[in-house]
């Protein structure tokens, strides 16, 4: 075992991050399921039914890999998609009963995941929610100012 009293904390989060997908993956697949299905699941059980662009946004993936992702799910039976009544181009996604069945397998998988480590669970998510809301309002104030500084640019280019 290396000793990991010298790693910075990223390389601990990221190895551990990496150690528990892993897990969760092997786990996932003894159902017959991915990690991305089990997120994209996830989030139409929370949202009701969306577009694949929608689906997409929330995930912060393209929307080609969410595609992907909902033809194996709609092959399985896990998901319906229909076209949507307001725009003929795009079809609306929407869990059917046995994807909720699946996911609720998962979930009660999931909570055994960590137990071996003797972690406060609701410690750790706590933990790791406050990490996620940090570097995602420091990613969206860094876009913004790089926003703001092509405007500038722009115009100083301009006149």
Not at 18 to 44: C, F, P, Q, Y
Not at 49 to 54: K, L, S
Not at 62 to 77: I, V
Request: glycine share 6%; charged share 25%; net charge positive.
């Amino acid at each position: 075992m290396p000793d990991m009293n010298q790693w910075p904390s990223s390389r601990l989060l990221s190895t551990a991050a990496r150690l528990v997908e892993h897990a969760w993956n092997e786990r996932l697949a003894s159902i017959g399921m991915t990690h991305a299905g089990i997120i994209a699941l996830d989030v139409l059980a929370a949202n009701g039914p969306m577009t694949q662009a929608q689906l997409a946004s929330i995930v912060r993936v393209q929307a080609q890999t969410m595609g992907k992702t909902l033809s194996r799910l709609e092959n399985h039976g896990h998901v319906h998609r229909v076209r949507s009544t307001h725009d003929r181009r795009s079809h609306l996604v929407s869990l059917s009963d046995e994807g909720r069945g699946l996911l609720d397998s998962a979930h009660r998988m999931e909570i055994g995941l960590l137990e071996t480590a003797g972690l406060d669970q609701g410690e750790l998510r706590s933990d790791l929610k406050t990490i996620i809301r940090s570097m995602s309002s420091t990613r969206q104030n860094l876009r913004e100012m790089e926003s703001r500084a092509r405007l500038a640019l722009a115009d100083v280019q301009a006149g």
